[in-house]
């Protein structure tokens, strides 16, 4: 092969190429780069082979639900009985877990309530749907080799990383449970390998191969982040590359047309951003047309979403309430009651704070008799005659009205004094009944204006269930609000604490009617008091679900940060200073502990320093003159292991950005890149190319005999590098085992002997 077309065919190589070079290989060329290609076809298959071994097997152990079972496995039987849930990832992994359980039969009539639950006590195809998902992380392994003998690896380095994955305790037990994380790493991984074969045509552009690799590339985004949220990791990976390679593009020195430039930047953006989205927003229209009927995920949307699914409480018995009704007010977040007592305020609060000395107006979570308010009109409801008058007696969006405490005769007021926990907000009190009148200040802070999520001014009626309401006080336009974290001290009795929000446009504003009460005396209270008539079924455009479903989405995401035993931070991760607990068995101490092999995990975050502190001490020399590695072999490790770096830092870095609640395994698609990294930095290292800066001098060996006994015994050194990296993997993983398979009991010296690190949290320890 001439050094043209040597150079060409580098993987990694980034000269800006000649015309003569954009020229295509000859045909005896592309023959043996395919024939080389095809003689190890049967490699990726038995990678994959042993993987599925090392993942089926025990794949009944334990026969109880373990971990995140509960949630996905449930997840599963709502798909099976059609019934909305709501979770705050995408749906294709669930969809994909749910196919699953369809293909072994699952009836959905298990619903995975808690950790523990047996299986064997039911008719639930368990192992094939976790034989399902190991098949799916059986994929992950092949995919790896294949990735690094694109970018160039020695054939036995690419072995070498998709053993130290296939061998990874972490990796196998979420790859054989009724998890999530098996087919977001598998599209992760394919779209680090789509992304490197599309690369590879950077010579052949707009060609056939060309449009192929860039739209499989772009389905293999589009189906990792509809997985999980943080598939939006791969995006980043990808997109920054592509942002290279069109930086590269525009180069002049290149001397590509600005309109062809122009056509890189569309292709790109079609087929990796548009298309993609598309493809993200489909798997929602599947989920919606699956989960028709209403379920444990109704409380999450909105009203007018909740009627579109069948057997919805508000379809069935949603009321329209009338002037003088008594109602009990529910607030949406919370789940407490619009609640009043007969005690007051203190009148010093302990910071200092003087209050109004009003009656105490609190959310309680309990149904009771201080949870009643009546509806009072401002303007008269009937007509001129006394003759009842429906219309004049509904309650409309934007209509003012006053709410009378029933069992204290007085009125819901809020005016310009402090909240007791929250002095930004405004004091939520009542006035009594007899004081109304006696001054027109009274009479205007007692009105409230009705908002109606949704409503149509004058149109839109108010109803129990369905309609979803704020109160917004008229002179001072503050929302009636409250929040969890206001629990009032022993005075409220430890009840949580109603206010003014000055914001009254916030989400958590919302209250419902669930409870009223029919004034007796209501000309209409026979035909009101019987049960209402089922309604029809409402529709929504399905863009609005969409987007409704994805601002809760996210909204719930950010709300997960509670605390947990097992959560933990990310910079523990990859020095595995903490493992999650997943399922433990009193009686026979078995227990799976999810933790990942010390020798791939620290073997991986090596690779990563030595890289990035090789590169800068390399950067570092440059600027002095020093020029110790080869342009072609910097360029190469570069655009090779240093991807696989910049794919570990856009899995693994965000993460430190965020406050939610976070596990070990949110590291997995990081910890195999960091594995692409090690195998590229042990190829780097024992690379026959590469002269090492030596000690100049001696008086036995000159520098040139030093340089060849080095460059004869690389591959030497290579092959016991790998060999003992692989030596110790499987010695560790097999050691490791009953942790990872829950298949064995320990004894706590067994137990205690498996406790590598202090900070590992077994159990059974005594």
Not at 85 to 114: C, M, Q, R, T, Y
Not at 119 to 135: G, K, N, Q
Not at 315 to 327: F, G, K
Request: net charge neutral.
């Amino acid at each position: 092969m001439d050094a043209k077309l040597r150079r060409r065919y580098t993987p990694g190589y980034s000269s800006v190429p000649t015309d003569a070079e954009y020229q295509p290989a000859s045909k005896k060329v592309r023959e043996v780069n395919q024939s080389s290609r095809h003689n190890v076809w049967w490699i990726p298959v038995a990678l994959f082979a042993m993987a599925l071994g090392v993942r089926l097997y025990e794949i009944a152990s334990p026969a109880e639900v373990v971990f995140d079972e509960v949630h996905f496995g449930k997840f599963a039987a709502y798909y099976m009985t059609r019934q909305y849930f709501f979770d705050v990832h995408p749906p294709l992994a669930k969809l994909i877990v749910a196919f699953g359980a369809w293909l072994a039969g699952f009836d959905g009539n298990f619903e995975f309530d808690s950790i523990g639950d047996k299986y064997s006590d039911t008719s639930v195809p368990f192992r094939e749907m976790r034989a399902f998902i190991a098949l799916i992380g059986s994929l992950q392994i092949p995919l790896v080799y294949e990735i690094m003998r694109e970018t160039g690896a020695r054939s036995i380095t690419a072995i070498l990383c998709a053993l130290l994955v296939m061998l990874d305790n972490a990796q196998i037990a979420q790859t054989r449970l009724i998890l999530l994380d098996a087919p977001l790493v598998l599209f992760m991984l394919l779209s680090l390998y789509c992304y490197i074969k599309f690369y590879q045509q950077r010579y052949h552009e707009f060609t056939p191969k060309w449009w192929a690799w860039l739209a499989s590339t772009g389905l293999s985004l589009a189906l990792t982040v509809s997985c999980k949220l943080t598939g939006v990791f791969a995006f980043l990976t990808i997109g920054g590359a592509v942002g290279w390679d069109l930086w590269n593009v525009l180069d002049i020195k290149r001397r590509i047309p600005m309109r062809k430039v122009a056509k890189h930047f569309c292709a790109r953006v079609l087929f990796l951003l548009l298309i993609p989205l598309v493809i993200y927003v489909s798997w929602f229209w599947v989920h919606f047309a699956i989960l028709t009927r209403s379920g444990t995920g109704d409380v999450f949307m909105s009203a007018d979403f909740q009627q579109t699914l069948e057997g919805n409480e508000l379809l069935e018995s949603s009321l329209e309430l009338h002037a003088l009704d008594s109602i009990a007010l529910k607030h949406r977040g919370t789940h407490v009651y619009l609640h009043s007592h007969p005690e007051h305020y203190p009148h010093k609060y302990d910071d200092g704070r003087i209050s109004s000395d009003g009656q105490q107006v609190t959310g309680y979570p309990h149904e009771d008799v201080n949870n009643l308010w009546q509806i009072l009109p401002v303007s008269p409801i009937d007509n001129d005659d006394g003759s009842f008058n429906v219309t004049r007696r509904c309650i409309y969006h934007m209509q003012h009205i006053r709410l009378l405490h029933q069992s204290t005769n007085s009125y819901l007021l809020t005016h310009d004094v402090a909240a007791p926990l929250t002095p930004t907000n405004e004091e939520i009190t009542t006035l009594p009944a007899d004081e109304l009148h006696a001054d027109q200040d009274n009479e205007q802070n007692t009105l409230w204006e009705l908002h109606i999520e949704g409503g149509i001014e004058g149109k839109t009626t108010w109803h129990t269930h369905r309609s979803w309401i704020r109160l917004v006080h008229v002179p001072t336009r503050v929302a009636v609000w409250t929040h969890a974290k206001g629990e009032l001290p022993s005075w409220g009795f430890r009840q949580q604490e109603v206010n003014g929000n000055k914001n009254a446009l916030d989400k958590t504003a919302i209250w419902t009617v669930e409870n009223v009460h029919v004034d007796p005396h209501s000309p209409m209270y026979e035909i009101r008091s019987k049960p209402p008539e089922p309604r029809s079924l409402q529709t929504l455009p399905f863009l609005d679900k969409f987007a409704e479903l994805q601002l809760t989405m996210l909204e719930q995401n950010n709300k997960l940060t509670q605390s947990h035993p097992y959560a933990s931070r990310p910079i523990v991760w990859p020095f595995l200073l903490q493992g999650v607990s997943y399922w433990s068995s009193d009686p026979e101490r078995r227990q799976i502990f999810f933790v990942g092999n010390p020798v791939t995990w620290w073997g991986g975050i090596l690779g990563i320093s030595v890289f990035c502190m090789l590169f800068a001490i390399d950067l570092l020399l440059l600027r002095r003159g020093i020029d110790q590695i080869p342009q072609e072999i910097r360029q190469r490790t570069l655009r090779t292991t240093g991807f696989f770096t910049f794919a570990w830092a856009c899995h693994y870095l965000p993460f430190f950005l965020m406050g939610r609640q976070l596990f070990l395994h949110h590291y997995l698609p990081a910890h195999i890149c960091a594995v692409m990294v090690l195998g590229g930095m042990l190829d780097f290292f024992t690379s026959d190319t590469i002269d090492f800066p030596l000690n100049r001098g001696g008086p036995s060996l000159t520098p040139d005999r030093i340089r060849s006994s080095m460059r004869q015994h690389r591959s030497s050194l290579h092959l016991v590098l790998v060999l003992l990296l692989l030596a110790l993997t499987i010695g560790l993983t097999h050691y490791l085992a009953p942790l990872t398979y829950g298949h064995q009991s320990l004894t706590p010296e067994q137990a205690n002997a498996r406790k590598l690190l202090a900070e590992w949290q077994l159990q059974y320890l005594k």
